[in-house]
């Protein structure tokens, strides 16, 4: 379905995949408005790292092994976005830290992936999750993007029911939700997804501003103002109580790093993601009219953001939809008709 530039665009979800989708499509001329019941930084991309390392990310969650192609264009579109955003992007790399063994158990992945076998990542990079997420708002809302802080609780023929029990009429939705609506409320096909809780823990006291992303067995601290130590991935939780227990793993693995660090007053902060049975996302028409599906980034949403935005904004347009559409498929995981 192609649509004209000025068609009415409702965005539920104001995350990265969420407010990157708007700034698209307000930039193309379309009439935009994302609903969110909180839109400011609580949700999981603010509680991130930043990450856009799609070396790292084959090397060590197995679900994205098989898509570092995938990632790394992904990745290439970051340059010119943070550049037109102001937003820095810091390209400091990730250093392996850890035993011998530890170490020379990277080095066999690395070259398992066609990587240089070593212990340092030049290719993987980051930004700031809470300036790139104020970045796209601002941006988005120059482009004419309005963000209401209300859910979305359905939509059927061009009208739109909102958690206040008001109804507005929009030409397609866009479903860029975190762990709201994976149940099918809306969309068929976000039943495939499945929640991640991840925790991570941030120490106020760092001085390596400029320094590369550490990862170690079980572990990454990313540098910056504050250091991110990273991060859990509880399967299949969705609530965003702080656990300490679950968190002991990460504690333990951080101090082997960095005996010093204060682990003690460090700050944890919870956030849920969803996922799809093979790491990538959902993006494209559902089969509920008028409905499209930006959704599941598991902990890629940073990295997959523009390319997901431009992704859209070729559905909607008819413009070419590049080299991963097929991959991302909304309706991939759907059965054959017998």
């Known amino acids: 379905m192609k649509l004209r530039s000025g068609a009415r665009i409702a965005v539920a979800g104001a995350g990265a995949l969420g407010s990157a989708v708007a700034l698209r499509l307000a930039q193309r001329g379309f009439r935009v408005t994302v609903f969110d019941p909180s839109p400011g930084d609580a949700n999981a991309s603010s509680v991130a790292a930043g990450m856009l390392a799609p070396v790292s990310e084959a090397l060590f969650d197995p679900a994205s092994r098989n898509h570092l192609d995938i990632m790394k264009r992904a990745r290439d579109l970051w340059p010119d976005v943070a550049r037109a955003l102001g937003l820095g992007l810091e390209r400091d790399g990730v250093r392996i830290e850890g035993s011998d063994a530890w170490r020379n158990e990277v080095a066999s992945r690395l070259g398992a992936l066609g990587e240089p076998a070593g212990v340092f990542i030049a290719e993987d990079w980051r930004i700031d999750a809470r300036a790139g997420l104020l970045a796209l708002r601002g941006a988005a809302s120059e482009a004419g993007a309005v963000f ?117 007053s460090a700050k944890v902060e919870v956030g849920v993601r969803v996922t799809t049975p093979d790491g990538l996302p959902l993006v494209g028409w559902s089969r509920m009219p008028g409905v499209m599906l930006a959704v599941g980034a598991r902990r890629n949403g940073w990295l997959f953001a523009p390319l997901v935005a431009d992704m859209v904004a070729a559905y909607l347009t008819g413009d070419n939809l590049g080299p991963d559409a097929a991959a991302m498929d909304a309706r991939r995981f759907e059965k054959p008709e017998t």
């Open 148 to 264: 209401r802080a209300l859910a979305v609780r359905g939509f059927e023929a061009g009208v739109l029911e909102l958690a206040d029990g008001g109804q507005e009429s929009f030409d397609t939705l866009i479903l860029a939700t975190g762990p709201g609506l994976r149940q099918g409320e809306i969309a068929p096909e976000t039943r495939m997804l499945s929640p991640i809780k991840g925790q991570i823990l941030r120490l106020a006291a760092c001085d390596d501003d400029g320094a590369p992303v550490v990862r170690g067995e079980g572990v990454y601290l990313a540098p910056g103002a504050v250091l991110a130590v990273g991060a859990t991935m509880e399967h299949g939780r969705d609530d965003l109580t702080p656990d300490l227990e679950a968190t002991l793993g990460l504690r333990r693995a951080a101090a082997t790093l960095r005996p010093d660090l204060d682990l003690e």
